[in-house]
C-alpha cells in the first residue's frame, strides 16, 4: 500500500464547492491536494448556465468580499448580465449573469492549476480515514492512501447517484460522469446521517430547430455590473447574448398530464426529496393545475456550443414524452433534443451535524461544503466550500474557526439554517430568509465582510486599504452632506421644480434633501458646488445611508439584540436530557441539534421561548457553581 | 451578573380573584420613569420618583391620561436593593380586580412589557438574588408557568376572536408571500399596481384589529376563568353541589354567542378563582333536566375543559357508568368528589385511589361540609409556584393585548411605508411583524411558513 504525507488537506470534489475549498486552503498557506472523478469536470455546470440571481448575486458578492473565486470567474465568463430587481429597494437588487458554461469550467480549472500548494488528482475517493475519532485521510480507488490533518467533503450530487429518464435509469452523476459508489459505506462507518435527496434538470435544444420569430428577446443590462468588488468595471463592458421567453400551453400540460403514470416522480421509483421552489414541469402542472401556462427561458450554454438551456422545463420524464412535451411550446415545434431533461438523486448530509464552522461536531478534522450538505445550487455550493475550506485550514492553524452570523451575511442565514433546521429537501437561498435583509445588501457585502477575509489570509493589505478608504470617503462625505445648508432662494425653488421636487420652505441641509425619494446625491449636485470628488461605490452608500437610515437603524437595533443572545456559548457535552424544566420535545432535540449558542438554540424547531428561559437559568447555574 | 441588559417587565403582584388589594410590580431599568409619567398627585403633579430614596412609600393616584382610575400607595426599591436586584416599583391598587387590570395596562401602555411567567424570579437568580440551590426550582417555576400561560393563553381566548386571528394571520402572509415571490422570480411575478391594493388590504386588517382592541377593555375579546365541567351520573347529588360552589346570589349567568370552542354558561367565583361552568346546560334547574345529562354528554365536557369536577355517590356502589367516566378522565387534571359524605359510606377514598391518580376530596353538600378542601384543591392545581405567585391567569392575557396593540402598530408602519412611497421589500418586514406576533397571541410559531407558503401559493423557479 502506497502512502502519500505530503498534504495537510484534502479536498473531496472539485464542483463549484470544491474549488472555492482548494483555493481558499491553498491561498492560506497549507498543502492541499483536490480529488476530482474527472479534470474536465472542474466547475462544471451541470444544470443551468447561470450565476446570481435573487439572493444568490448576493451569496456571489459575499464569496468575493472574503476572497473567494466565484465572482471573479464569473466576471471573466459571462455572456449576458443582468440586475435584477432593480426597481425595488436596494436590499433586493440582485446580479444574474448567463455563463458561457465551458469558459467558466475552464478558467477556474486554469485558477486552479496555477495556484501554489495545490495539486488537482484525478480519482474517486473511496474510503475516509479516522483515527482516535478524528479524519486523518483519505484513500482512493487504486488504494493509495493520503495521510492528511483535516478532510473536507465536497461531493455534490456525485454519492451513489441515479440518473432517471422515465423508465431509463442509469448509475451516474450529472451529465454521465461516473458516480462515487464506494465513499457513502465509509462516511456511515465514521458516523455520518445520510439521506436522499432529488433535484432535475431541463432538456439542451439544438439552436438550429429553435423558431426565437414566436419568442419575446431578453436583454442584458447596459452597463453591466460585475460580481467582483476587485473587477474594473471597464473590462466588463461587452456584447451580450440575447436570452428568449415562451410559454407552456394547454397542450404541454395535457401531455404531462395523460403520461403521469410514466414519471418516475409520480409513479413512485424516485425515493428523494425534491425542491419546492424548482419543481420539475410535471409538479408545476399537478400543483398549480389553474395556471393556463408556465414560463420558458430559452438560454445559450455558452458562444461556442449550438446546445441551449430550456430554463424552466425541468422533467423526468420519458424520452419520447419529452419530445412531444417540448415540441408543444411555441418556437419549439420542431425542437431536436441534444441532451435529455433527466431528474437526480443523490446521498447527502443531514446538516444537524455540522458545527456552524462546517465541520462535523463528531468527526474532528471532517469538514463538509456544499450540495452534500443538503443545498442546492452553485452559489450556495460555493459559499459553503469557502467557510468548509477555511476553517479547515484554521482548524489545521489551530485558530478559531471563522463562523459568519445571521446578522453578518447570507452566507451566515445559509449555513444556520442548514445546521439548526432539519430540512427535507435541498435548500435554497432566498432574501426573504434573511430576517436582516436591509443591512445585508449585495452593494455592502465588502464592507460587512472583507476584513474577515482579511483576518484569515485571504484579503491583500492592498485591498483592505481599498476598504478603509472608500468607508472613510463615505463617513466623511455624509458628515458634510449634514453640514451645508441650502436657503429657500428663487434659484434653488426653480432647481428643485426643474427636477421634479417641491421647493423648499425653510432653509435644508444636503442631506434632508437626499433623503426625499425624488432626489439622490447626483440630482443636486448643482446646489453643492464645493462637493469633492467622490467615488461612484462610495456614492452608492451615501444614497442608501441617507435614504434608509430610519429602516436601517431600526434593523441594527434588532441585530443588537440578536447578537446579545447569539453571544451566550452553550458548552459542549451537556446532556439536556437532565435538564428539569425543559420540555421533553425540547430536551430531545437539543441532544440532537447541540447548539453552539442559545441564539442557535432558539431557532431549532420544537424548542420554545420558555425552554430557553430555563436554558438560561441552567447555564448560569452553571457558571455560578463553577465559581462558587 | 446582569448579562442581558434588561427592559422593565410588569405583572401583577398578588393572586387573581376578587380581593379589593392588589400590587402591581415592575421591574427593570426604567420602573421609575414610567411609573412617573402615570403617578401623581390629586391635582395632577408628579410625584417625582426617579428622585426618590430607595424603601420609601409614596401616596398618589395613578391616571390613565387624564382619567383618574385609582387611589393608589407606591413602594419604591432601588436596585440592588429589591427582590430582582433591578430598580422596582409596587403599586398598591384598591380598586378591585378590573382597576388592577387597568392600571397594568397602563403601566404597559407607557412603555413596560408584560412579563413572562417566571421572569422576576428569573431575574432575581441571573442576578445573584437568589441561592444556587434554587436554581432548579427557578426552572420549574418558569416551565410551570410557561405551560400554563400556553396552555391558558388559548383558553382565555374566545372562539370567535381565535378564529379571527387566524384568519388575519393568513392575509397577511398570503400578501407577503406574494411579494416575496416577486422579489425571489421578477421576471415571473410583477408587482405593478400592487402597493395601492396592498394600502386598501392593510387598511381593513387594521380595522379590524383596532375594532378587536376598542372590545378589549370591555371584556369582549377575552373569556377568563377556569373552564370547569361537573360530570357524574344522575342522584350523584351535582346541582346541589353547584348551587352551593356558587351561593345562588353569586352565580353569573352569561349568554355568549358565537363561541364555536366553549360553550361557557354559568361564571361562578369560587375562593377567588373564577370557573366557566361548561356544558352545564339546565344545570340550575333543579328539574330532572340537569340529571339527564347523561356519560355521553360528560365525556364531550370533560374533552373541553381545564378543570372536571367528578362528582360519586359515597352512599353506593360503584356502577358501570362511573367506572367509564373514570377511563375518559385519565391524564386530566381532575378532582373526584366523594359526596353525600353525611351517609353510610359504602365508597371509600381507598378504592377511588384504586380507580385513578386524581385527588380525591370527600364532602357533604347537604351539610356544607368539605368545601374548604375543595376550595383548596382547586387553589393548589391553579396557583402553583412556591417562590413567587406573580403569574397569574391574566398576565397572559396582557401579553396577548400588548401584542394585539404591537400588531397595530406594525401596520401602520406598513401604511407609512406605502405612503411614503418605499418599495415593496420595505413592506414585508413590518407584514412579518405583525405575522409573528398575532402568533403569539394564539400560540403559534412562525417557523418556515413564509417559505412554505411562497412555494404552496406561487409557481417558483425558472
Redesign the interface.
Known amino acids: 500500500m502506497i502512502e502519500i504525507n505530503d498534504y495537510d488537506i484534502a479536498i473531496v470534489g472539485a464542483g463549484h464547492a470544491g474549488c472555492e475549498a482548494a483555493l481558499a486552503c491553498a491561498r492560506m498557506g497549507l498543502k492541499t491536494i483536490v480529488f476530482t472523478v474527472s479534470v474536465n469536470s472542474i466547475a462544471l455546470m451541470p444544470c443551468n448556465p447561470n450565476v446570481g440571481g435573487s439572493s444568490k448575486g448576493h451569496l456571489v458578492r459575499e464569496i468575493d468580499a472574503l476572497g473567494g473565486e466565484m465572482g471573479k470567474n464569473i466576471d471573466r465568463t459571462f455572456i449576458q448580465s443582468k440586475m435584477l430587481n432593480s426597481s425595488k429597494g436596494p436590499a433586493v437588487h440582485s446580479l444574474r449573469a448567463q455563463a458561457d458554461k465551458d469558459d467558466y469550467s475552464r478558467e477556474m480549472r486554469k485558477v486552479l492549476e496555477n495556484q501554489e500548494n495545490l495539486t488537482i488528482k484525478q480519482a474517486e475517493v473511496t474510503e475516509l480515514l479516522v483515527e482516535d475519532g478524528k479524519a486523518t485521510g483519505v484513500k482512493i480507488f487504486t488504494n493509495i492512501v493520503y495521510h492528511t490533518k483535516a478532510v473536507v467533503l465536497c461531493t455534490g450530487v456525485y454519492l451513489k447517484a441515479r440518473c432517471l429518464c422515465g423508465e431509463a435509469i442509469t448509475y451516474t452523476g450529472p451529465n454521465g460522469l461516473q458516480a462515487a459508489n464506494a465513499l457513502s459505506k465509509s462516511l456511515i462507518e465514521a458516523g455520518v446521517i445520510i439521506q436522499r435527496f432529488k433535484t432535475g434538470t431541463p432538456a439542451r435544444i439544438d439552436v438550429r430547430s429553435i423558431d426565437f420569430s414566436k419568442m419575446e428577446p431578453q436583454y442584458g443590462d447596459n452597463p453591466v455590473t460585475p460580481f467582483s468588488f476587485s473587477t474594473d468595471p471597464a473590462s466588463v463592458q461587452k456584447e451580450q447574448v440575447k436570452c428568449y421567453l415562451t410559454y407552456t400551453n394547454e397542450k404541454t400540460h395535457d401531455i404531462i398530464r395523460n403520461n403521469l403514470d410514466r414519471s418516475p416522480m409520480y409513479s413512485g421509483v424516485i425515493e428523494g426529496k425534491g425542491p419546492r421552489y424548482c419543481p420539475s414541469i410535471e409538479d408545476k402542472v399537478v400543483k398549480f393545475a389553474d395556471k393556463t401556462r408556465h414560463q420558458v427561458f430559452l438560454e445559450p450554454e455558452g458562444l461556442h456550443t449550438n446546445e441551449w438551456y430550456v430554463d424552466g422545463m425541468s422533467s423526468s420524464m420519458p424520452e419520447d414524452v419529452q419530445i412531444q412535451m417540448y415540441r408543444s411550446v411555441p418556437g419549439l415545434e420542431n425542437a431536436h433534443i441534444v441532451r435529455n431533461a433527466y431528474a437526480i438523486e443523490y446521498d447527502c448530509f443531514k446538516g444537524k451535524q455540522l458545527k456552524p464552522s462546517l465541520e462535523f461536531k463528531k468527526i474532528p478534522g471532517l469538514f463538509s461544503g456544499g450540495q452534500s450538505n443538503g443545498s442546492s445550487g452553485y452559489e450556495e455550493a460555493a459559499a459553503q466550500g469557502l467557510i468548509a475550506g477555511i476553517n479547515a485550514a484554521r482548524y489545521v492553524q489551530e485558530k478559531k474557526p471563522l463562523v459568519i452570523d445571521r446578522s453578518e451575511g447570507y452566507i451566515g442565514v445559509l449555513i444556520d439554517d442548514l445546521v439548526t433546521k432539519d430540512s427535507f429537501e435541498p435548500y435554497r437561498m432566498m432574501t426573504s430568509r434573511a430576517e436582516y435583509r436591509l443591512l445585508l445588501r449585495q452593494d455592502n457585502a465588502d464592507i460587512r465582510l472583507r476584513r474577515k477575509g482579511y483576518e484569515v489570509g485571504l484579503i491583500s493589505d492592498d485591498q483592505i486599504q481599498e476598504l478603509d478608504r472608500k468607508e472613510e470617503e463615505i463617513r466623511s462625505e455624509i458628515a458634510r452632506l449634514k453640514t451645508i445648508r441650502v436657503g429657500a432662494s428663487k434659484k434653488t425653488s426653480d432647481f428643485l421644480s426643474s427636477v421634479g421636487s417641491t421647493p423648499l420652505g425653510t432653509a435644508a441641509t444636503l442631506e434632508e434633501l437626499i433623503r426625499r425619494p425624488e432626489l439622490n446625491y447626483d440630482i443636486i449636485a448643482p446646489l453643492d458646488p464645493e462637493r469633492p470628488v467622490v467615488s461612484a461605490a462610495a456614492i452608492e452608500q451615501i444614497n442608501i445611508e441617507i435614504k434608509y437610515n430610519g429602516y436601517l437603524e431600526r434593523e441594527q437595533r434588532q441585530v443588537a439584540q440578536f447578537k446579545k443572545i447569539e453571544d451566550r456559548k452553550i458548552p459542549s457535552g451537556i446532556d439536556f436530557t437532565t435538564i428539569k424544566g425543559i420540555r421533553l420535545e425540547a430536551q430531545q432535540k437539543l441532544n440532537d441539534f447541540r447548539p453552539d449558542n442559545l441564539g442557535q438554540a432558539s431557532r431549532i424547531q420544537g424548542v420554545s421561548p420558555a425552554d430557553i428561559q430555563v436554558l438560561t437559568v441552567y447555564l448560569s447555574s452553571r457558571d455560578r457553581e463553577k465559581k462558587e | 451578573?446582569n448579562?442581558?441588559?434588561e427592559d422593565t417587565i410588569a405583572a401583577v403582584a398578588t393572586a387573581p380573584g376578587v380581593a379589593g388589594i392588589g400590587i402591581i410590580r415592575l421591574s427593570g431599568s426604567d420602573a421609575l420613569q414610567i411609573t412617573d409619567k402615570i403617578f401623581k398627585t390629586a391635582g395632577g403633579k408628579s410625584l417625582d420618583l426617579v428622585n426618590a430614596e430607595t424603601h420609601t412609600i409614596h401616596y398618589g393616584f395613578i391616571y390613565d391620561g387624564d382619567e383618574m382610575i385609582d387611589e393608589v400607595l407606591v413602594s419604591v426599591m432601588l436596585a440592588p436593593r429589591s427582590y430582582t436586584t433591578e430598580n422596582t416599583v409596587e403599586i398598591n391598587c384598591h380598586g378591585g380586580p378590573f382597576v388592577i387590570r387597568r392600571v397594568l395596562q397602563t403601566v404597559i401602555r407607557n412603555g413596560a412589557r408584560p412579563a413572562?411567567?417566571?421572569?422576576f424570579t428569573?431575574r432575581a437568580?441571573?442576578n445573584?438574588r437568589i441561592d444556587?440551590t434554587e436554581?432548579?426550582s427557578?426552572?420549574?417555576l418558569?416551565?410551570s408557568?410557561?405551560?400554563f400561560a400556553?396552555k391558558n393563553s388559548l383558553k382565555t381566548l374566545r372562539g370567535s376572536i381565535y378564529n379571527e386571528i387566524h384568519d388575519l394571520r393568513d392575509r397577511i402572509i398570503h400578501e407577503?408571500a406574494f411579494i416575496?415571490s416577486a422579489?425571489?422570480?421578477?421576471?415571473?411575478y410583477s408587482?405593478d399596481g400592487y402597493p395601492d391594493e396592498l394600502h386598501k388590504n392593510v387598511v381593513e386588517l387594521k380595522n379590524e384589529i383596532e375594532s378587536m382592541l376598542s372590545h378589549a377593555d370591555d371584556g369582549k375579546i377575552l373569556s377568563e376563568g377556569i373552564n370547569t365541567c361537573l360530570v357524574g351520573k344522575p342522584n350523584v347529588g351535582k346541582s346541589s353541589l353547584l348551587n352551593l360552589l356558587a351561593g345562588e346570589d353569586k352565580a353569573i349567568v352569561t349568554d355568549v354567542p358565537g363561541t364555536t370552542r366553549d360553550a361557557v354558561e354559568v361564571k361562578i367565583q369560587f375562593g377567588g378563582l373564577t370557573l366557566n361552568m361548561m356544558d352545564t346546560a339546565g344545570i340550575r334547574d333543579t328539574n330532572d333536566t340537569v340529571e339527564k345529562i347523561g356519560v355521553e354528554k360528560s365525556r364531550n365536557a370533560i374533552n373541553n375543559s381545564d378543570l372536571i369536577l367528578f362528582v360519586l355517590d359515597s352512599s353506593s356502589k360503584l356502577e358501570d357508568d362511573d367506572i367509564e367516566i373514570f377511563d375518559s378522565i385519565n391524564g386530566k387534571n381532575c378532582i373526584i368528589i366523594l359526596n353525600k359524605s353525611d351517609l353510610d359510606p359504602v365508597l371509600t377514598v381507598d378504592k377511588i385511589h384504586e380507580m385513578t391518580d386524581a385527588p380525591v376530596v370527600v364532602v357533604s353538600a347537604r351539610n356544607e361540609d368539605g368545601m374548604e378542601d375543595l376550595l383548596h384543591l382547586v387553589r393548589e392545581m391553579f396557583l402553583k409556584g412556591e417562590i413567587s405567585n406573580n403569574d397569574q391567569v391574566y398576565i397572559t392575557n396582557e401579553r396577548q393585548l400588548s401584542e394585539l396593540r404591537h400588531v397595530n402598530d406594525s401596520l401602520s408602519l406598513v401604511l407609512r411605508s406605502i405612503e411614503?412611497?418605499?418599495?415593496?421589500?420595505?413592506f414585508?418586514?413590518d407584514l412579518m411583524d405583525a405575522y409573528d406576533r398575532l402568533g403569539s397571541v394564539i400560540g403559534e410559531?412562525t417557523?418556515?411558513d413564509?417559505?412554505d407558503r411562497?412555494?404552496?401559493e406561487f409557481?417558483?423557479?425558472?
Open positions: 451578573m448579562y442581558i441588559s413572562e411567567p417566571g421572569e428569573k437568580f441571573l445573584g444556587l436554581a432548579e427557578v426552572m420549574d418558569i416551565a408557568g410557561n405551560e400556553r407577503t416575496e422579489l425571489d422570480d421578477p421576471e415571473h408587482l411614503d412611497g418605499m418599495t415593496e421589500d420595505f414585508t418586514v410559531e417557523g418556515d413564509l417559505a411562497i412555494f404552496s409557481c417558483m423557479g425558472k
